[in-house]
């Protein structure tokens, strides 16, 4: 992951991206195999692992190699001048109070530990599925501190809790080795848009800043030839070809039950009227906001995933695909 952390063009470095994928495959298959051996990676214990182990790739980065953001710190809005318009924003809103966190910095730390008011929340994101996802850092009757793990399932991030050293997957919602194993994560509603629609939205909201305590180019595009190809770097079950690998749907797991809506073919500013779970929902999406909201029939927010679609379909194969 550290490999795309300089600043590239889109299209001038797919040679040498691709390049790059073999490399930090061979790295990935040399790590799982000592692994094995161990039943640890990265230094985690992986013998009780929920999930398989022979898909837990090496990643590149050491334990704590992607830094995660413990003490950040926040700005208003008017003395925000690191951020373009169509920059995407990942909004909390947790009683009276609105912070949001740039992708442009999570891409460089993907995990932030924070506290709004009483609540303890985790802001997540895996830059290799797309993912921004925030949760609970209360589980079981603990508070966690969750960190970068280095290592990846299906493509997508484990984190770890420094309380236990368990791993826990961002897309499956809970913990996959250590003492929390099958312990489940909440899964807290937040807004995906652009930095341009937050700002007018949120005025008076908290803007995480550039003062982490890491010295970053966060004014660069980092992963941008990855994210503008269609390759994935690590390799997940391709059971359903629907769409292109990278194709950014919506994501939402109710009662049990996944649902993907494609963004490119929702209709910008209509509203969808679905039902997922035994539960009525509505889904919408403003294009140029970069928007999508999904609600229940009385307005409350649920919890939805901007996420490409081989990472959907990895950790939901059997989900529902919305189609026009």
Not at 106 to 135: A, K, Q, R
Not at 218 to 235: K, Q
């Amino acid at each position: 992951m550290k490999y795309f952390y300089s600043e590239v063009s889109s299209y001038g470095v797919i040679s040498k991206f691709i390049g790059l994928l073999i490399f930090v495959a061979l790295i990935s298959l040399l790590g799982a195999s000592c692994s094995a051996k161990e039943q640890k990676m990265n230094g985690f214990v992986v013998s009780n692992a929920s999930i398989d182990k022979d898909k837990i790739m090496f990643g590149g980065p050491p334990r704590d190699g992607i830094p995660s953001i413990d003490n950040p710190d926040f700005i208003l809005v008017p003395r925000v001048d690191y951020l373009r318009d169509k920059d995407i924003i990942l909004s909390v809103k947790r009683g009276n109070e609105v912070r949001g966190y740039p992708t442009r910095i999570l891409v460089w730390h993907e995990i932030v530990n924070d506290v709004i008011g009483d609540d303890s929340i985790v802001v997540t994101y895996c830059p290799l599925c797309g993912t921004g996802m925030v949760f609970d850092r209360n589980v079981a009757g603990k508070l966690r501190t969750f960190g970068v793990s280095g290592l990846l399932y299906q493509s997508d991030v484990l984190m770890y809790d420094r309380e236990t050293e368990s791993l826990w997957s961002q897309l499956a919602m809970k913990g996959v080795s250590g003492a929390a194993v099958d312990q489940k994560l909440t899964w807290i509603p937040s807004e995906h848009l652009t930095w341009k629609a937050w700002r007018e939205k949120y005025p008076e909201g908290k803007v995480l800043s550039i003062n982490t305590g890491y010295s970053r180019n966060y004014g660069g595009e980092a992963y941008a030839a990855y994210f503008a190809s269609d390759i994935v770097m690590f390799p997940v079950p391709y059971t359903r070809k629907e769409l292109p690998n990278k194709a950014k749907v919506i994501g939402v797991f109710i009662n049990g039950k996944a649902k993907a809506y494609p963004l490119n073919d929702l209709p910008s500013g209509k509203i969808l009227k679905e039902k997922i779970g035994g539960q009525e929902i509505m889904v919408s999406y403003d294009a140029e906001k970069q928007f999508p909201q999904v609600t229940d029939a009385s307005g409350e927010h649920i919890a939805s995933v901007v996420v490409f679609w081989f990472a959907w379909q990895a950790f939901y194969p059997d989900t529902g695909l919305w189609s026009p």
